[in-house]
């Protein structure tokens, strides 16, 4: 049987459409710096379950695909004072916080890559809260940044003054805002 012929511009021919691998060795330092971020966030409030990181999560996520959210949480007018608001502000807050601190020792990453990498933090948090356990996820996490020598506690104010912190310097936010 003969083949058809073709004509020019008819049809285009599939196109593989490749994403990164944000699993990589390119993405660790940042991935690594947002989940010290989820970890303070459940160091200052135990009550945080693995459900409210995903929840948190997807609002940041679609956050993010929002031009105008963009710009405004990770545009080079962020501060560590852009308001971030919802049910699960606070677990944000940390993780936009530690990604900008990472965006200054590694070089800022396109939007796209921002919300690649909270996938994959995503996913991770799916695969460790299994079972009956409310925080297996930051428990694991917890373990995980310790062997990589990150700890996160809470310090009283004498101690953030023994260490040369100032008033400024720690962030005053309660659950919700």
């Not at 695909?65 to 699960?88: D, F, I, R, W, Y």
């Amino acid at each position: 049987m003969a083949k058809r012929k073709r004509k020019p511009g008819e049809r285009e021919g599939f196109k593989l459409n490749l994403t990164p691998d944000y699993r990589s060795e390119q993405y660790v330092m940042y991935i690594v710096n947002a989940e010290t971020g989820l970890l303070q966030a459940g160091t200052i409030d135990p009550d945080l379950t693995d459900g409210d990181v995903i929840q948190a999560l997807d609002d940041l996520i679609a956050r993010l695909k929002q031009p105008e959210g963009a710009q405004l949480l990770l545009g080079p007018a962020a501060s560590s004072k852009t308001k971030v608001e919802g049910e699960h502000a606070f677990a944000q807050h940390f993780v936009l916080m530690n990604l900008r601190s990472a965006f200054e020792r590694y070089g800022p990453l396109e939007v796209e890559d921002v919300i690649g990498i909270l996938g994959v933090i995503k996913s991770s948090v799916k695969k460790w809260s299994t079972g009956m356990h409310r925080r297996g996820y930051l428990t694991f996490i917890e373990g995980f940044l310790g062997q990589m020598g990150v700890k996160v506690q809470q310090i009283s104010a004498e101690e953030a003054e023994a260490l040369g912190l100032k008033a400024d310097d720690t962030i005053h936010l309660e659950k919700g805002d």
